[in-house]
């Protein structure tokens, strides 16, 4: 086993922890499991948030603040200082949505949060600056939201704690940072992350829906708007999928118009849907509608945050862009977390990368595989305190080689780990 260097003892006795030398095993343990697999039960659940949903916002600026601040870091001082901006809050405004189109009254507030290198050597960085306009332009992608007029940013991000920020210093003491999984690269949580691979049919259609909508239908049905949530119960081999969509009061002029809208609405998601699934699907769009009373889903700018909807980071899609109570799932946001060691980042996607890849290189021998991975804090990432491996076989498939298999799968990806913050800081990963 590899002797921890009179350096590195320094070093923890000045963080306060024990530094933990690597683990040539990385407590990988895979298991075969004989329960019955998701898609093959009678019962199953799935939600996704869509990118317009409140949860969703803030989630996607909490991303976009820490993307900005790891640019000015690494354009400063050539590394990723110690950040996470995880913490924001979107408060809803008053607005009076009207066919052919009303007001916001006042807008939706925006409170960034969280905390992050504020100074170097006593000069103060632009940590402020660069997290409003990183908000800013995050919401441009909201073509009816008008970011001067129906918007408005605070930033109370602050200074980080010192025993996080001192963490990252050991770190550094140990090895450079070089973007390839160093073993001395430091957990700053104790906390795990998990995920699964594949998605059920029911998974896929719901995340494929939401997409569809607000991708390329829009250009067929610019009345709609971002704020999109999708639900999917199936029972059998039927889906029921109830959507909430709101609607652009502009470019409707009467409920007339947006019936048509919600009937051809309606007629092109089963279509998309048929695509991915081949199952029967039924479909409710904007339930709560009641035409009689005049109550229809009308927004003015296609985000209900615009009235009285507020929105937490954390509140909504994993990692893996749905909402799975049936899954194994973690509580931890992806989204705003530094994306060098805080575990609730890195081992949500590994975990999500390590399931695909064991799934996809087994050519069908296995029917799902379900990841968790544990940190330690203080300890190098790409050595967990458990990383569990749960692998449901096909029938006939040799338990011995695709436990082996992935096993190796798993070694690989942990030594590998850097990969993880390269395409995150490449903007290659959706964490929500």
């Not at 001192?166 to 770190?171: G, S, T, V």
Request: hydrophobic fraction near 35%.
């Amino acid at each position: 086993m590899a002797k921890v260097s009179a350096k590195a003892k320094a070093t923890a006795k000045t963080v306060g922890r024990k530094i933990s030398p690597k683990k040539a095993s990385k407590n990988i343990v895979v298991e075969t499991m004989k329960a019955v697999p998701l898609a093959q039960q009678d019962i199953e659940l799935v939600e996704r948030k869509g990118i317009g949903h409140p949860d969703s916002i803030s989630d996607g600026i909490a991303e976009a603040v820490s993307l900005a601040l790891c640019k000015m870091y690494l354009e400063r001082f050539g590394e990723i200082l110690h950040h996470n901006t995880d913490q924001n809050e979107v408060v809803g405004g008053q607005s009076t949505p009207k066919f052919a189109g009303g007001e916001v009254l006042e807008p939706i507030h925006i409170m960034l949060s969280g905390r992050a290198i504020t100074q170097v050597n006593g000069e103060r960085l632009p940590y402020s600056t660069t997290a409003i306009n990183a908000t800013k332009e995050y919401l441009k992608r909201f073509p009816n939201l008008d970011v001067n007029r129906h918007i408005t940013v605070d930033c109370h991000i602050g200074k980080g704690s010192f025993d996080l920020i001192k963490n990252f210093e050991a770190l550094k003491d140990q090895c450079k940072m070089d973007g390839h999984g160093n073993h001395c690269l430091l957990a700053n949580d104790t906390s795990f992350g998990c995920s699964f691979a594949p998605y059920s049919d029911t998974e896929l259609v719901c995340l494929e829906t939401e997409r569809y909508v607000n991708g390329a239908m829009k250009k067929k049905l610019k009345e709609t708007g971002e704020d999109v949530k999708v639900m999917c119960s199936r029972n059998g081999k039927k889906i029921n999928m109830t959507i909430a969509c709101a609607m652009v009061d502009r470019y409707i002029p009467d409920a007339d118009h947006y019936k048509s809208v919600v009937d051809e609405m309606s007629e092109r998601v089963l279509d998309n849907a048929s695509k991915h699934t081949d199952y029967d699907v039924h479909l409710d769009v904007n339930h709560a509608d009641n035409p009689a009373t005049g109550n229809f889903y009308l927004t003015v700018t296609g985000l209900s945050a615009e009235n009285g909807d507020d929105g937490s980071v954390g509140r909504g899609n994993r990692m893996n862009g749905l909402i799975t109570p049936y899954r194994t799932m973690s509580m931890e946001a992806s989204a705003g977390k530094n994306p060098i060691t805080h575990v609730g980042k890195m081992y949500n996607i590994l975990a999500n990368w390590i399931a695909n890849d064991i799934v996809k290189k087994s050519n069908g021998n296995i029917v799902e595989a379900d990841v968790r991975i544990l940190s330690q804090i203080g300890r190098p990432i790409s050595d967990p305190e458990t990383c569990s491996v749960q692998l449901f076989l096909a029938p006939g498939a040799d338990t011995a080689k695709w436990q082996k298999e992935a096993y190796a799968i798993s070694d690989e990806w942990l030594e590998n780990i850097g990969k993880v913050t390269e395409k995150v800081v490449k903007g290659q990963v959706t964490v929500f």
